[in-house]
């Protein structure tokens, strides 16, 4: 009688993590992935046609996932009136940014994945399109308060887009070294500080 596909697919998603986890995408062995699952490596190219659709299939539900909280998160904000979004900038910042740790962290191991052994996939730099989600966004807001910032040439959206950029990479560094989750808040909360620090000059709050 053929295995459950499910089944099947049980057995080899923890060993596709490991391999990659282990080797990086680009020597993970399809071979070695099989072998572990106790199938040929026929048999797992039925479930997955390359190494690049079996790292696909493990990353893009959570590549999809926090860029769809992020987008909602900014969304429901930039529904508010210019002057509410002023006002309650920070405090809407500060209720709602645990649940994005909160994602990456219920994602531990898919994000570490990501964040360390995603060169060689078009995966490498997913922190790019939550970057292009951020700048958006912040450009909504500087329009809908009548903010000067980027009129007076106080900031660009190429700087939007750099400080975008570092802010999300020092948060992806809390995977990268394999902090706890408690540690990874209190320094997320200090990067989210420092970068506040700046934003207010540069929008002059």
Same mark, same amino acid.
């Not at 900014?74 to 209720?95: C, H, M, W």
């Not at 990501?114 to 292009?132: K, M, Q, R, S, W």
């Not at 106080?154 to 975008?164: A, F, V, Y």
């Given at each position: $009688?053929?295995?459950?596909? !499910? =089944?099947?697919?049980?057995? #080899?998603?923890?060993? @596709? ?48 996932g926090i860029k769809e909280l992020l987008l909602s $998160?900014?969304?429901?904000? !930039? =529904?508010?009136?210019?002057? #509410?979004?002023?006002? @309650? ?7 709602k940014f645990p649940l994005f740790i909160e994602y ?102």
């Open positions: $009688m053929p295995k459950d596909k !499910s =089944e099947t697919l049980e057995k #080899i998603i923890p060993c @596709a993590k490991k391999e990659f986890l282990d080797k990086g995408f680009e020597r993970a062995s399809m071979r070695k992935i099989a072998a572990d699952a106790n199938m040929s490596a026929a048999g797992l190219y039925r479930h997955f046609e390359s190494k690049e659709a079996m790292f696909e299939a493990l990353v893009l539900p959570a590549v999809k $998160m900014r969304d429901t904000f !930039s =529904e508010l009136p210019g002057d #509410i979004q002023k006002k @309650a900038v920070s405090d809407y910042s500060n209720d990456i962290y219920d994602h531990l191991d898919v994000f570490k994945l990501l964040t360390t052994c995603a060169d060689g996939t078009p995966y490498a730099n997913f922190i790019h399109d939550l970057v292009e989600v951020d700048v958006e966004y912040n450009l909504k807001f500087i329009e809908a308060t009548g903010n000067d910032a980027l009129a007076s040439g106080r900031c660009t959206p190429e700087l939007m887009h750099i400080l975008s950029s570092a802010f999300y990479s020092g948060i992806f560094e809390v995977v990268i070294h394999d902090m706890t989750r408690k540690d990874a808040d209190d320094h997320i909360e200090r990067l989210r500080r420092f970068f506040a620090a700046g934003w207010n000059a540069l929008l002059r709050f």
